[in-house]
């Protein structure tokens, strides 16, 4: 089966500027994941949507990111506008059905540079 | 914090030889999962453990898992230069609602030198 997959790999923006990140799961993958990675550290999640629903953005720095799912299959994340901080690798993942004990696919992800 | 700690931060080994990695984390968990990340790469999924398990293999994998030391361990036999990457540990738990996240460590890095 087809991975997940991502899109732009690389972006490089200007701070205050805004950019958006696509993500296509897994077919049939009702969960939808998005996480940042910041150079030297694990991923840390910024948004888990079960179909179209949000179940958990406890994490989202929400006064300047947004994502959406659309329809329960693709998704967009947004930030706008973006620091020097949110410079990154953003990745997406997919899982059946959100149940703990579940694999989590993972794309390939998306490298931002603010400068 | 959730969160899960690697030790050792790197570690470099001879092809052949075994490498050992440790994850400690600080709450009760529903199951831990290792995760492999080559440079450049996503993540891929290793092997999952459950909190009611102790011991768990996969090929050259094994892994480890003492609920009571809240403490984890990746045993990779037999290295290859391909096992080159970042190992990470990450904890599920499940709360009170119908979030389950997936809490990852800040990894490994290990080199397997040819």
Known sequence: EAGVAQSPRYKIIEKRQSVAFWCNPISGHATLYWYQQILGQGPKLL???QN????DDSQLPKDRFSAER???VDSTLKIQPAKLEDSAVYLCASSRSGQGQETQYFGPGTRLLVL | SQQGEEDPQALSI???ENATMNCSYKTSINNLQWYRQNSGRGLVHLILIR???REKHSGRL???LDTSKKSSSLLITASRAADTASYFCATVYISSGSARQLTFGSGTQLTVLP
């Open chain 1, 47 to 49: 948004i888990q949507f």
């Open chain 1, 52 to 55: 179209n629903g949000v179940v």
């Open chain 1, 70 to 72: 659309l329809k329960g």
């Open chain 2, 14 to 16: 001879q092809e052949g």
């Open chain 2, 51 to 53: 909190s009611n398990e």
């Open chain 2, 62 to 64: 094994r892994v480890t």
